[in-house]
Nanobody, 122 residues
Framework: QVQLVESGGGLVQAGGSLRLSCVAS????????MGWFRQVPGKERELVAV????????YTADSMKGRFTISRDNAKNTVYLQMNSLKPEDTAVYYC???????????????WGQGTQVTVSS
């Protein structure tokens, strides 16, 4: 079992930055690939970025490349999402998730956090 707790969401003006953190319980964090996804009401959960066990293999959704950066610190059982140049359309609940395989598909992720709200005002 892996429990994930996100933090760092909030209200920010367009053009601003936020850094989300997701802390995992347990001693097996380094065995999991990690991902960030986001969701707005009435829409499907959307991929933001994922990375493998080492943090060296990374995939970022096209609309977020150059603005969002995913990283991890296995010593701290933490995965991060640095979000820069935020836009109103980035407003969503952001979730971190853990998977035994590197995947861009939410269904491949076995464990999910409770989500953290990010709101970008224009």
């Amino acid at each position: 079992q892996v429990q994930l707790v996100e933090s760092g969401g909030g209200l920010v003006q367009a053009g601003g930055s936020l850094r989300l953190s997701c802390v995992a319980s347990g001693r097996t964090f380094s065995r999991y690939c990690m991902g960030w996804f986001r969701q707005v009401p009435g829409k499907e959960r959307e991929l933001v970025a994922v990375l493998d066990y080492s943090g060296l293999s990374i995939y970022t959704a096209d609309s977020m490349k150059g603005r969002f950066t995913i990283s991890r610190d296995n010593a701290k059982n933490t995965v991060y999402l640095q979000m820069n140049s935020l836009k109103p359309e980035d407003t969503a609940v952001y979730y971190c998730a853990a998977s035994p395989v590197l995947s861009t598909t939410p269904g491949e992720y076995h464990y999910w956090g409770q989500g953290t709200q990010v709101t970008v005002s224009s």
